[in-house]
């Protein structure tokens, strides 16, 4: 089975300022991809990166990047210089390459972007 | 191209009514999922499909039902709503998956259901 761990309920970060937020996870597939998900206060899904367990570089979209840890078993999303609209619940998830893309979740982490 | 579009939004049900989510895609998406969120969780799969005609069940399948009959259409059904059905529903879709695996999934705006 596979299992998404996110050990941070919340962050509060300064406005310009750069976030990590962590996941690790669990799973016996050798082959698997890796997600994050951000959801505003009016609650839509908004995909923002997607990391492949053969991809030997770490993802990177605008000013989010993914630091893949294999290893470790780490998939953390790293956010450069925030912004107030950064503020949101981001969800890391993951799913098997083979057949239906079946996502499992994390429980989310709630990150607040002071000025 | 409105993507992922849910019906209802909002929905209050008594316990033992029957109600159907529906959700369409207009991205001729292969692939339709059903999720349930609850209060501090993360999303968890309910019910899936492959393709036109099929469906499968996710995580947590016990007291919904799903169809797929058309390739656009994938619909959720509750035959006898309990309150621990109380939760937001989303719908999704995706492509295949490529060969790395790489294919985002789609999310509709989600449904609000109580069940009382």
């Known amino acids: 089975a596979q299992k998404i761990t996110q050990t941070q309920p919340g962050m509060f970060v300064q406005e310009k300022e750069a976030v990590t937020l962590d996941c690790t996870y669990d799973t016996s597939d050798p082959s698997y991809g890796l997600f994050w998900y951000k959801q505003p206060s009016s609650g839509e899904m908004i995909f923002l990166i997607y990391?492949?367990?053969?991809?030997?570089q770490n993802a990177t979209e605008g000013r989010y990047s993914l630091n893949f840890q294999k290893a470790r078993k780490s998939a953390n999303l790293v956010i450069s210089a925030s912004q107030l609209g950064d503020s949101a619940m981001y969800f890391c998830?993951?799913?098997?390459?083979?057949?239906?893309?079946?996502?499992?979740f994390g429980q989310g982490t709630r990150l607040t972007i002071n000025p | 191209n409105a993507g992922v579009t849910q019906t209802p939004k909002f929905r209050v049900l008594k316990t033992g009514q029957s109600m159907t989510l529906l959700c369409a895609q207009d991205?001729?998406?292969?692939?339709m999922y059903w999720y349930r969120q609850d209060p501090g969780m993360g999303l968890r799969l309910i019910h899936y499909s492959v393709g036109e005609g099929t469906t499968a069940k996710g995580e947590v399948p016990d007291g919904y039902n799903v169809s797929r009959l058309k390739k656009q259409n994938f619909l959720l059904g509750l035959e006898s709503a309990a309150p621990s059905q109380t939760s937001v529903y989303f719908c999704?879709?995706?492509?295949?998956?490529?060969?790395?695996?790489?294919?985002?999934?789609?999310f509709g705006p989600g449904t609000r259901l109580t069940v009382t």
């Open positions: 999704a879709s995706s492509r295949a998956p490529g060969l790395a695996g790489e294919g985002e999934q789609y």
């Open positions: 998830a993951m799913n098997r390459i083979q057949g239906a893309q079946k996502l499992v």
């Open positions: 991205m001729n998406h292969e692939y």
């Open positions: 990391q492949g367990s053969y991809d030997q």
